[in-house]
């Protein structure tokens, strides 16, 4: 569960603002998304690979194979 102190004084749109922060900084949405469709290990791992070589490529300079 999500705990945002506010402070005497404090509007709701701040205590808002800081529990969505929290919230995206939790990463509930991110879990519920890949919990919602059962991916294969081997296309995980595959799916690991390709965008290992597209950070090569993207910020290694080297051609990518």
Same mark, same amino acid.
């Given at each position: 569960?999500?705990?945002?102190?506010?402070?005497?004084?404090?509007?709701?749109e701040?205590?808002?603002?800081?529990?969505?922060?929290? +919230?995206? !900084?939790?990463? *509930?949405? %991110?879990?519920?998304? #890949?919990?919602? /469709? +059962?991916? !294969?290990?081997? *296309?995980? %791992?595959?799916?690991? #690979?390709?965008? /290992?070589?597209?950070?090569?490529?993207?910020?290694?300079?080297?051609?990518?194979?």
């Amino acid at each position: 569960m999500i705990v945002v102190q506010i402070k005497e004084g404090e509007s709701i749109e701040k205590a808002l603002k800081k529990y969505k922060k929290k +919230f995206e !900084k939790i990463g *509930i949405v %991110k879990e519920l998304r #890949k919990r919602s /469709a +059962f991916t !294969k290990p081997c *296309i995980n %791992k595959r799916m690991t #690979k390709l965008k /290992a070589v597209y950070v090569q490529a993207t910020y290694g300079g080297e051609q990518a194979i």
